[in-house]
Structure formats: structure tokens, C-alpha cells
């Protein structure tokens, strides 16, 4: 009940559908049955999941989903698993839900990421074609991630690549049956909240940014394949050190008293105005961690355009320098509220703006700007 909760109110659910959910992931011949596939990758997101104990693993591949098939977890190895791949396949064609992790090679290459002696990318197919759902899982089954950096050896790519241009899906295909969960590593609980949702009403849940531009994204675009509830909005939005950035308090140099204090790490680099994503809210390792958190700067894991392609250093552009209006909505409009309220208020928004003036005259118009 706990895990099913918590996984309601991070796919934004009301709490009343978390009876539902509950039942439906209950139901013994209602668990989804998984493939997952590894492919080139540290195996990172499968270790994130495992460092999850609300629900812990054991949990998840027992009571939630009918896990048949995964290489760091199962215990067989050799022809025994390959038979159990072949099987689960034949099982449950059509119905699985197929999670790849890693990315997939593409060079003329007779050497990398060979498994029971066929390529990554055969596997991949043979897999997806009879696939209710595709799932890629991580950065690197994403969008190529740390494997794709150039000079890319095995020319390597994402799952969207290779289901556009080599399988040929069409977008209605993609839409309806295609979604990514970007992260290096990915947040478990994203990854459980839509095996969840899958488990419940039998389809993906909403895909795409909550703000622009989500309405000019082509079916290339990776940012509108990504769950909602998950990826919706940006990792600036909802930081912790956002106050910091408003008021144009920032870290400068690693270990300066800034960064003792928790300042916004905006010029170390911090690229989480141009990410998307929820670890800022739900974090890692049960709430324990989060990379800003730690005083880190994000390094967009999840953005294919800007992990390992921009530099760590470089300056995030920041769509909305300006902090939004802080009027509470609640304020000023009751009949209890006083002139001196209202001054209260008004002083504030007034000083907010101001800051946020002050702060924008600080920023650099573009990035390069701040090298000059
Ligand atoms: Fe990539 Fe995942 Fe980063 Fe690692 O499986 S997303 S390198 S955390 O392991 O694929
Ligand atoms: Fe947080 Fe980074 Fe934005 Fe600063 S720049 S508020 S650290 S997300
Ligand atoms: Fe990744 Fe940035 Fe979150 S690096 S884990 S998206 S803070």
C-alpha cells in the first residue's frame, strides 16, 4: 500500500486511484510480464533500482511486475538463459513490456556487445517487434549517452534511432508504444510509477514537457517521449537553491563560503535550467540524495543534447532569468485582509521583482558572454 501510494502521488494521480492501482498491481495474473535487455552501458540503472527499498527489488520482481528476463538479476546463464529469453517472448507475445538499458551499436563491427552470439541490435529486434511497450531505460538507451560520445567507435545509438530509422515504426507506433526514461542513472521511482501505470490502465502514461515546446516537437525529439508526471517540468523550477539563484546569491569556487552555504551553483555549470526532470523533488536512494543536494552542479543527465556534449562549466541558458510572481493567490482577496496586508505583500513582490532585476542585470545575456 505504501509503495503503491507513494508511486500514485509521484505519477500525479488522485489519491482515491491509489485503491485501484493497488488492486490492479495485486491481482496475480495481472502482474506485467518484463523483458529487459542490456546492452552497451556501466549498468548503472539497474544498480540505481536496486539501491531502492520502498519498494526494494525483491518487492518490485515478486509482487509487482513478472519479471522474466534480466541478465543482472537472473540466475542462469548460457544456452538456459537464452532459452528463457526465447520463451518469455513466445509467452507473452504481444503483452510484455520490453526495457532495454544501454545503448545499441551499429558499426560494421563483428566484436561489440555480442550476446548468445547475435548482435545488440538483432536482439533488440527480435525483442521489440512482439513488444506491447518499449521502454528505454538511462541515458544511454535514450539517446546514446556516455557511449555515444564522439569519435562514437561503435557507432552507437538510442532506442528511437533504431525504431525510426531501422524497424521503421511510424510515429503512431511510436506514440502509442514507445517511451523513454532518461537519466544516468534514472530515477527508480520513475521507472516503478510507469510499470505501475502500464499495470493499471494497460497503456503508457501522458508523454512530453508540460511547458513549450511541447507542442513543436517532432517524433525525433526525444523530450516528447518522456513521462509527464516525471519530466514535465525543468530541475530549475523546482530546486531547492532556486531562492539562491532569485536572489543572486552563487557559489563561485568549490569549498568557498557559498557553497557552504547552499548557494545556486548556476556558475559551476549547473545545467538545471535546460533539464528536465524530477530528482529535485523525489531524489535518490530513498529520498537520501540528489547531485544539487550534495553541491553538485547537474550535468543534465538527462538531456542527450547537453550530458557529455556541452562542457561541465559552461553556463546553462535560462529560459526565465526573472523569479515568478510570488503573489499568493490566497492573499489580499479575502474580506479579513488589511491594508496592512496587502503593504506586507506588496512589499514583497515589490523587493522580489526588484531582486530578480537586480539578478537579471547579473546574468549573462548568452552564455558565451560570461568568457568574455
Ligand atoms: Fe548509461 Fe545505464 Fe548511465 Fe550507466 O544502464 S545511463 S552509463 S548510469 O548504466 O545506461
Ligand atoms: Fe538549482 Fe542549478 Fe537552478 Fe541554481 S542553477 S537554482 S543550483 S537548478
Ligand atoms: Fe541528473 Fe541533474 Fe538530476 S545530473 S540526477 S538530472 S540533478
Redesign the pocket.
Given at each position: 500500500m505504501k509503495t503503491v501510494s507513494t508511486a500514485t502521488a509521484i505519477m500525479g494521480l488522485p489519491v482515491a486511484m491509489a485503491e485501484e492501482v493497488v488492486a490492479q498491481a495485486g491481482k496475480e495474473d495481472n502482474r506485467p510480464p518484463v523483458i529487459w535487455l542490456?546492452f552497451?552501458?556501466?549498468?548503472?540503472?539497474?544498480?540505481?533500482l536496486l539501491r531502492a527499498n520502498h519498494p526494494s527489488i525483491a518487492e518490485v520482481v515478486l509482487d509487482i511486475i513478472n519479471l522474466e528476463y534480466q541478465e543482472t538479476l537472473m540466475a542462469g546463464a548460457g544456452d538456459q538463459a537464452e532459452e528463457a529469453l526465447h520463451n518469455a517472448i513466445k509467452k507473452h507475445a504481444g503483452n510484455y513490456i520490453l526495457v532495454v538499458?544501454?545503448?545499441i551499436p551499429t558499426a560494421d563491427m563483428d566484436v561489440c556487445c555480442k550476446i548468445a552470439n547475435k548482435t545488440a541490435l538483432q536482439s533488440f529486434k527480435e525483442a521489440a517487434e512482439k513488444a506491447a511497450v518499449v521502454v528505454s531505460?538511462?541515458?544511454?538507451?535514450?539517446s546514446g549517452?556516455?557511449?555515444a560520445i564522439e569519435p562514437n567507435p561503435t557507432k552507437a545509438k538510442g532506442v528511437l534511432e533504431i525504431l525510426l530509422d531501422d524497424m521503421k515504426w511510424s510515429e503512431a507506433d511510436i506514440s502509442a508504444k514507445y517511451l523513454s526514461i532518461?537519466?544516468?542513472?534514472?530515477n527508480p521511482y520513475n521507472v516503478l510509477s510507469v510499470i505501475l501505470y502500464f499495470a493499471t490502465f494497460g497503456k503508457l502514461p501522458e508523454k512530453g514537457p508540460k511547458i513549450p515546446p511541447k507542442n513543436n516537437l517532432s517524433v525525433r525529439d526525444e523530450l516528447a517521449h518522456r513521462p509527464t508526471f516525471a519530466y514535465g517540468r525543468l530541475i530549475h523550477e523546482h530546486c531547492e537553491r532556486r531562492p539562491h539563484f532569485d536572489a543572486g546569491r552563487f557559489v563561485r569556487e568549490f569549498g568557498d563560503d557559498g557553497h557552504k552555504n547552499g548557494y545556486c551553483l548556476y556558475h559551476m555549470g549547473c545545467k538545471g535550467p535546460e533539464t528536465y526532470a524530477n530528482c529535485s523533488i523525489i531524489h535518490f536512494n530513498d529520498g537520501a540524495a540528489w547531485p544539487i543536494g550534495n553541491g553538485s552542479p547537474c550535468i543534465g543527465?538527462t538531456e542527450g543534447s547537453v550530458l557529455f556534449k556541452d562542457s561541465i562549466f559552461s553556463l546553462a541558458k535560462v529560459a526565465q532569468p526573472k523569479p515568478a510572481s510570488p503573489i499568493n493567490e490566497t492573499q489580499g482577496r479575502g474580506k479579513e485582509s488589511s491594508v496592512a496586508q496587502a503593504a506586507v505583500v506588496g512589499g514583497l513582490v515589490g523587493a522580489a521583482i526588484g531582486a530578480g532585476a537586480v539578478f537579471a542585470t547579473k546574468l549573462p545575456k548568452e552564455p558565451e558572454d560570461e568568457n568574455k
Open positions: 542490456h552497451q552501458e556501466c549498468t548503472g540503472c539497474s544498480e540505481a538499458e544501454g545503448s531505460l538511462g541515458a544511454c538507451a535514450t549517452g556516455i557511449v532518461p537519466g544516468c542513472p534514472p543527465c
